[in-house]
């Protein structure tokens, strides 16, 4: 890490309005979670003024995080967007190109979320996808995904969802698909939809390996991942065109916010799945947090 050229840094919760605006909204990008292009843009002078580079304070904030910090940024983020959408300033990256997206960094800026659900819920919310490595656990992360997700891409890359699983006895994961982007996102998840039809979880889990690694924007594409992974060509294809393929992939993410209040991607819901009790980790959160949410929820 670099030395800080400016006195002020160890103060992080200190300084003017304006760092204290900084450090709530791009500390949430150092963590993951979305942030918007607009303001964005605003902050970056703060922040280079402040601690001499967005390196610096990335790396100075992460090594100073704790549960109750992410908790304290997660609500201001969420506040602001609120803020910044009633004025009209702030862009949606649900409603962007893959390339607005990219610089507006993946839209998931929302406050942690809890509640309980019933069994039922917890079984339409897993749906037919399943579980890494066909592992079943008290303990279910529910992973919502875009394969053109740059944090998304990130949290695969760290393999934070396997690693929970391996290293926990009872944590499961099932990771969902869905077209946050719109057109460029259907082939990917309605493509990660037949894997789980036809391939079992293995087969379903090297697609989404694929599906990271090639970033397949075409039902071609798509197609050509399926038959690397050994999935049958004519049964695959024939659910990628299906309308009830297309209707089910439609509403994987609605659903998930209507009831998780989930904006965006990366997602995960650590659900109890004996008691019903559930947290939303709303970004690419290193593997500490969810295992601090974890313990939370096993409790």
Same mark, same amino acid.
């Given at each position: 890490?670099?030395?800080? *050229?400016? #006195?002020?840094?160890?103060?992080?919760?200190?300084?003017?309005?304006?760092?204290?605006?900084?450090?709530?909204?791009?500390?949430?990008?150092?963590?993951?979670?979305?942030?918007?292009?607009?303001?964005?843009?605003?902050?970056?002078?703060?922040?280079?003024?402040?601690?001499?580079?967005?390196?610096?304070?990335?790396?100075?904030?992460?090594?100073?995080?704790?549960?109750?910090?992410?908790?304290?940024?997660?609500?201001?983020?969420? @506040?602001?967007?609120?803020?910044?959408?009633?004025?009209?300033?702030?862009?949606?990256?649900?409603?962007?190109?893959? @390339?607005?997206?990219?610089?507006?960094?993946?839209?998931?800026? $929302?406050?942690?979320?809890?509640?309980?659900? =019933? $069994?039922?819920?917890?079984?339409?919310?897993?749906?037919?996808?399943?579980?890494?490595?066909?592992?079943?656990?008290?303990?279910?992360?529910?992973?919502?995904?875009?394969?053109?997700?740059?944090?998304?891409? *990130?949290?695969?890359?760290?393999?934070?969802?396997?690693?929970?699983?391996? &290293?926990? @006895?009872?944590?499961?994961?099932?990771? *969902?698909?869905?077209?946050?982007?719109? @057109?460029?996102? #259907?082939?990917?998840?309605?493509?990660?939809?037949?894997?789980?039809?036809?391939?079992?979880?293995? *087969?379903?889990?090297?697609?989404? #390996?694929?599906?990271?690694?090639?970033?397949?924007?075409?039902?071609?594409?798509?197609?050509?991942?399926?038959? &690397?992974?050994?999935?049958?060509?004519?049964?695959?294809?024939?659910?990628?065109?299906?309308?009830?393929?297309?209707?089910?992939?439609?509403? +994987?993410?609605?659903?998930?916010?209507?009831?998780?209040? +989930?904006?965006?991607?990366?997602?995960?819901?650590?659900?109890? =799945?004996?008691?019903?009790?559930?947290?939303?980790?709303?970004?690419?959160?290193?593997?500490?947090?969810?295992?601090?949410?974890?313990?939370?929820?096993?409790?």
């Amino acid at each position: 890490m670099e030395k800080c *050229k400016n #006195e002020n840094c160890h103060g992080m919760m200190a300084g003017t309005a304006v760092a204290l605006s900084a450090i709530t909204l791009i500390g949430g990008a150092a963590l993951g979670t979305c942030m918007y292009q607009k303001v964005n843009s605003i902050y970056k002078a703060a922040i280079e003024m402040q601690y001499g580079s967005q390196a610096n304070f990335e790396a100075y904030f992460e090594a100073r995080m704790t549960p109750e910090v992410r908790q304290q940024i997660d609500k201001g983020i969420s @506040e602001t967007i609120t803020q910044l959408k009633s004025q009209g300033g702030a862009t949606d990256t649900a409603n962007t190109t893959k @390339e607005e997206n990219t610089a507006a960094q993946d839209s998931s800026a $929302q406050g942690s979320q809890s509640g309980k659900l =019933t $069994q039922e819920e917890i079984a339409g919310f897993i749906g037919s996808t399943p579980n890494f490595a066909d592992k079943q656990g008290n303990i279910l992360v529910l992973s919502y995904v875009d394969f053109l997700c740059s944090y998304c891409k *990130k949290l695969h890359e760290a393999e934070t969802l396997e690693q929970l699983s391996q &290293e926990n @006895e009872d944590v499961s994961v099932v990771l *969902k698909s869905i077209p946050l982007f719109g @057109e460029q996102s #259907e082939a990917g998840a309605h493509g990660a939809y037949c894997a789980a039809q036809f391939g079992g979880a293995e *087969k379903y889990y090297a697609y989404v #390996e694929k599906a990271f690694s090639k970033q397949a924007t075409s039902e071609s594409d798509v197609i050509a991942l399926a038959k &690397e992974i050994g999935l049958d060509e004519a049964q695959f294809s024939g659910c990628l065109s299906s309308a009830d393929t297309k209707s089910a992939v439609s509403e +994987i993410f609605p659903a998930a916010s209507r009831k998780f209040e +989930i904006t965006g991607t990366p997602a995960s819901v650590i659900i109890n =799945t004996k008691t019903g009790k559930y947290e939303v980790i709303p970004g690419a959160y290193p593997k500490s947090y969810f295992e601090e949410v974890i313990k939370k929820v096993r409790g």
